[in-house]
T-cell receptor, first 111, second 112 residues
Framework: KAGVTQTPRYLIKTRGQQVTLSCSPISGHRSVSWYQQTPGQGLQFLFEYFSETQRNKGNFPGRFSGRQFSNSRSEMNVSTLELGDSALYLC??????????FGPGTRLTVL | DAKTTQPPSMDCAEGRAANLPCNHSTISGNEYVYWYRQIHSQGPQYIIHGLKNNETNEMASLIITEDRKSSTLILPHATLRDTAVYYCIVRVASGANSKLTFGKGITLSVRP
């Protein structure tokens, strides 16, 4: 099976812009989770989607949002980008738990 | 979520066993112990998980103490490619609270 794929792999944006990141889970996996990784804060949970519904949410401002489509593919959006949003954004998928499988991540740089 | 405590770093010689400790003294009865690792700039990789019995797979062995307050991940024959940050995480197996809460992990350096 193909692994979790994320697009794009690298992205450069400027402050105030918005960005949409995409994640395609492993075939058959219905749960998709998003994480943000920065040098200062480490890996932090953003949200999880299961069957097109947000099931869990981390402590991030409303500028961070996501959705999941009927084919389990997921997108996350960050509006009004700030310098501090520069990070590696990771997507993970799972099939009724227990293990989550991560993609390679999208490296976002905000200038 | 129960928290875990790991030393910040350790090293071992290539070909030797690497024993990575983790303390999780407040673990609940329905929480599993998971191990992930992250090689520089890549996504975390699932290694193994267990509830109370020792577990082994092609990558590693997981030894959980009888009281479940600590565990050890064993890489039987460490290679240079095992150099990574290893995260010990406790969480429920499924449901709405099954998010992964990562700590700082332990940086394993395998030396030639």
């Amino acid at each position: 099976k193909a692994g979790v794929t994320q697009t794009p792999r690298y992205l450069i944006k400027t402050r105030g812009q918005q960005v949409t990141l995409s994640c395609s889970p492993i075939s058959g996996h219905r749960s998709v989770s998003w994480y943000q990784q920065t040098p200062g804060q480490g890996l932090q949970f953003l949200f999880e989607y299961f069957s097109e519904t947000q099931r869990n949410k981390g402590n991030f401002p409303g500028r961070f949002s996501g959705r999941q489509f009927s084919n389990s593919r997921s997108e996350m959006n960050v509006s009004t980008l700030e310098l501090g949003d520069s990070a590696l954004y990771l997507c993970a998928s799972s099939f009724s738990q227990p293990a989550q499988f991560f993609g390679p991540g999208t490296r976002l740089t905000v200038l | 979520d129960a928290k875990t405590t790991q030393p910040p770093s350790m090293d071992c010689a290539e070909g030797r066993a690497a024993n990575l400790p983790c303390n999780h003294s407040t673990i609940s009865g329905n929480e599993y112990v998971y191990w992930y690792r992250q090689i520089h700039s890549q996504g975390p990789q699932y290694i193994i998980h267990g509830l109370k019995n020792n577990e082994t797979n092609e990558m590693a062995s997981l030894i959980i103490t009888e009281d479940r307050k600590s565990s050890t991940l064993i890489l039987p024959h460490a290679t240079l490619r095992d150099t990574a940050v290893y995260y010990c995480i406790v969480r429920v197996a499924s449901g709405a609270n099954s998010k992964l809460t990562f700590g700082k992990g332990i940086t394993l350096s395998v030396r030639p």
